[in-house]
């Protein structure tokens, strides 16, 4: 043979053997080191980041303290535990259903059922675009007040029935009501059936709608070291029972079919306990399940509301500074409402 071509021969099999040499060594890749475990800290915080497909929730924060200081509570935590942005929506508490509806809202954490039973068949039972989400915990009664100092001259005023008398009436009257007693009642937003308990029951009496909680606040603190007479809608719980000796005037017992003449303007009697529920928009569940746990879970007593308004009312402090006092005194209770 031609030893040019023996050479070029040669040096071809040479060149064919690297190949295959380096081919066989880029097979085998070399172990990934092992990762390191996220220490806990790190990892809750991965937890509680703030995720790109998370929806808004937005709550219901309606014109009285109690919800003030309950949405406070639920948006810390929906922001600093589960990572959603939030919204409070300024919002009365009949607007808010067909909000929830449509899903404009996300949750209301305060409805007082006694106003609300045809809500509650139109939205929820019917139309199943609004869920209840458990009960609060807080219980409450709305009511007819006077200051008690009132009853050292006038025990007959504990009662109704005192109030008919066309000479006590007369102790309450003002110059807007001429020569009616005035009741002085709360934002006209609000469930209230004052005009229909006094015109049934035949009392010389006028509602004023103060047009706010703070409003009546006010009033009674305008009448309260002179010790005059007033008569207000009112509630509880609320701190105002700290700093005020207020007593609830007895009216004809509550009933259920008392509250079934509501919409004919039947209504005679006293206002009922209401057990304060939760309610939300029924996608929830789907489009934010860990908020709809959450939501559903949360759940505290009346005095720790109380506790809470009367950081606010009393003490001066914002609905987010009493929230998360009670927040910081409260770690085992709040932590159980955590998916």
Request: aromatic content about 10%; charged content about 25%.
């Amino acid at each position: 043979m031609n030893k040019k071509y023996l050479k070029g021969l040669f040096l071809t099999m040479l060149l064919v053997v690297a190949v295959l040499v380096l081919a066989a060594c880029g097979g085998a890749q070399p172990a990934e080191p092992a990762k390191e475990e996220a220490a806990p800290a790190e990892a809750e915080a991965e937890q509680a980041a703030p995720s790109g497909d998370k929806i808004t929730i937005k709550l219901a924060e309606n014109p009285w303290t109690g919800s003030m200081v309950n949405v406070a509570v639920a948006k810390i935590l929906l922001q600093e535990q589960l990572g959603y942005t939030v919204e409070n929506v300024t919002i009365d508490e009949n607007a808010q259903w067909p909000a929830l509806a449509t899903g404009d809202l996300s949750a209301s954490l305060e409805v007082w059922p006694s106003g609300h039973a045809e809500n509650v068949k139109q939205y929820i039972d019917d139309q199943k675009v609004v869920e209840k989400a458990g009960d609060l915990g807080v219980v409450g009664k709305i009511g007819w007040y006077i200051p008690t100092y009132m009853l050292d001259e006038h025990p007959e005023l504990a009662t109704w029935e005192g109030f008919k008398d066309p000479a006590n009436a007369a102790l309450f009257k003002t110059a807007e009501t001429g020569d009616k007693g005035q009741f002085l009642g709360g934002d006209p937003s609000w469930v209230q059936y004052d005009e229909q308990i006094i015109k049934n029951l035949d009392l010389n009496f006028q509602v004023v709608y103060a047009g706010s909680e703070q409003s009546i606040l006010a009033a009674v603190d305008s009448v309260y070291s002179r010790k005059e007479p007033i008569l207000i809608y009112f509630y509880k719980p609320h701190s105002a029972f700290a700093k005020y000796d207020l007593t609830n005037v007895t009216l004809p017992e509550n009933s259920a079919d008392c509250y079934a003449k509501a919409e004919a303007g039947g209504v005679d009697c006293d206002y009922p306990t209401d057990v304060l529920f939760k309610i939300v928009w029924a996608d929830l569940k789907t489009k934010a399940p860990d908020a709809y746990q959450f939501l559903s879970k949360m759940n505290y007593s009346t005095d720790d509301q109380v506790t809470m308004i009367a950081d606010v009312d009393t003490n001066g402090k914002s609905a987010e500074e009493a929230a998360r006092d009670w927040l910081g005194k409260n770690e085992d209770k709040w932590k159980a409402w955590l998916p």
